[in-house]
């Protein structure tokens, strides 16, 4: 979920249930991609990225989807928890970049 | 580890005061930014540096110096404080420059200008 403004796109799934969080990216160039998790009152804190030479990378109940042709990144997390409640960002990057640019973010609510 | 620390964690500053916010890392990164988050937005780049004694722009550089004296420390600067500049800032470093490794964050400084 891309957002414009002031309102952070929200995202409320039922605790168990599989979450889909969508990004799509600005930079034709960028070749390296990801993905933030951000509680209330703390810094971004990594969850997982991709190469573009990949089209899918999984660790631990989370996956990385990469379209390079459409541009577009989303971050699928398994039987999502209550502890996964957070604002996710996706952000990009490119090889010799020193510029990380992120996403406007998207809220994750999780329902117990 | 303490990974990345930003002091303080909360200012109150009056519109053309000037402040130094804090970070350090003790991880050994050599890259090392600044970001500022505000409300319903993501991150914005201010300044980075890719080592001891070289810093440069971000997206949002107005207002705000920088300077990386050593690797462990990058000072932001504000040198007069505006409303505008009311907002979260995070520091943030990886290990290597060059868009190749992810950031690690410290918990920010909430800064409020009046």
């Known amino acids: 979920g891309e957002s414009v403004g002031l309102h952070l796109p929200t995202l409320s799934v039922q605790e168990g249930d599989n979450s889909i969080i969508n990004c799509a990216y600005s930079n034709s160039a960028s070749d390296y991609f990801i993905w933030y998790k951000q509680e209330s009152g703390k810094g971004p804190q990594f969850i997982i990225d991709?190469?573009?030479?990949?089209d899918k990378r999984q660790g631990q109940r989370v996956t990385v989807l990469l379209n390079k042709t459409v541009k577009h990144l989303s971050l699928q997390i398994a039987a999502t928890q209550p502890g996964d409640s957070a604002v996710y960002f996706c952000?990009?990057?490119?090889?010799?970049?020193?510029?990380?640019?992120f996403g406007a973010g998207t809220r994750l609510f999780v329902k117990a | 580890n303490a990974g990345v620390t930003q002091t303080p964690k909360f200012q109150v500053l009056k519109t053309g005061q000037s402040m130094t916010l804090q970070c350090a890392q003790d991880m050994n990164h050599e890259y090392m930014s600044w970001y500022r988050q505000d409300p319903g937005m993501g991150l914005r780049l201010i300044h980075y540096s890719v080592g001891a004694g070289i810093t440069d722009q971000g997206e949002v550089p107005n207002g705000y110096n920088v300077s990386r004296s050593t690797t462990e420390d990058f000072p932001l600067r504000l040198l007069s404080a505006a409303p505008s500049q009311t907002s979260v800032y995070f520091c943030a470093s990886s290990y290597v420059s060059g868009g190749n490794s992810p950031l690690h964050f410290g918990n920010g400084t909430r800064l409020t200008v009046t």
């Open positions: 991709i190469r573009s030479n990949m």
């Open positions: 952000a990009e990057n490119y090889t010799g970049g020193f510029k990380t640019i």
